[in-house]
Structures are given as structure tokens and as C-alpha cells.
Nanobody
Framework: QVHLVDSGGGSVQAGGSLRLSCAASGYTVDNAYMYMGWFRQAPGKEREGVAI????????YYGDSVEGRFTISHSNANNTLSLQMNSLNPEDTAMYYC?????????????????WGQGTQVTVSI
């Protein structure tokens, strides 16, 4: 079982920045390396893949709407995932969720993940 606790959301004006964090625990030898990342969901919309990283290969995957503005990173030392979000705009307003799993085909597909954080709200105003 993997336990995820995400934090760092808040309110910011358009053009501003926020940094989200996700603390992971409950690793075992079998799932020490996995896909970890962020999804978001706005009211009335489907959950959307934002950014994913594989914790061993360090390969990253970004949603089209955030590429070039958001940067995902992971520290193996303290099992912490981070998402640096720059140049935020109102369309980025959503609940952001940390997610993780070991074997994932289609890393930006939220249906592939078993483990989820509780979510942190990001609100971007004009």
C-alpha cells in the first residue's frame, strides 16, 4: 500500500507561480520504482493528466496544456514529489491530485492509477 499526502495549493493571480508537494510512504521493495505524478479536475470536467515522472528512469510526461510552464521532479532520498507551476492562468484552476502506481501503460491516463492523495485546490484569478 502506498500512502500519498499532497499539499501546496492556494490562490494566485494570473501569471503567478505555485509549488505543489506530495509526500509518499508505504513503499516496499516491489514498488520502490513507480510512476508518480499529478492530475487535476475542474468542476464538471474529467480528471486530466498534468505531469508524470518515473522515479527510476526519470522520464517525464506532460499534458499539452501545461508543457513548458510546469516542471515535475522527484526526490528518491525523501520520497517527495514536486510540481513547480509557472505562468498560471485561470484555466489551471482545479483540484490537483497526486497519484502513483507501479506498472502503468499510458502514464497520463488517470484510470491506470490505484494510489491517490486527498487533493489540493489551486485557484488562479485574473
Amino acid at each position: 500500500q502506498v500512502h500519498l499526502v499532497d499539499s501546496g495549493g492556494g490562490s494566485v493571480q494570473a501569471g503567478g507561480s505555485l509549488r505543489l508537494s506530495c509526500a509518499a510512504s508505504g513503499y516496499t521493495v516491489d514498488n520502490a520504482y513507480m510512476y508518480m505524478g499529478w492530475f487535476r479536475q475542474a468542476p464538471g470536467k474529467e480528471r486530466e493528466g498534468v505531469a508524470i515522472i518515473h522515479t527510476r528512469s526519470r522520464r517525464t510526461y506532460y499534458g499539452d496544456s501545461v508543457e513548458g510552464r510546469f516542471t515535475i521532479s522527484h526526490s528518491n532520498a525523501n520520497n517527495t514529489l514536486s510540481l513547480q507551476m509557472n505562468s498560471l492562468n485561470p484555466e489551471d484552476t482545479a483540484m490537483y491530485y497526486c497519484a502513483a502506481d507501479t506498472r502503468v501503460s499510458g502514464p497520463l491516463d488517470h484510470r491506470k492509477y490505484r494510489y491517490w492523495g486527498q487533493g489540493t485546490q489551486v485557484t488562479v484569478s485574473i
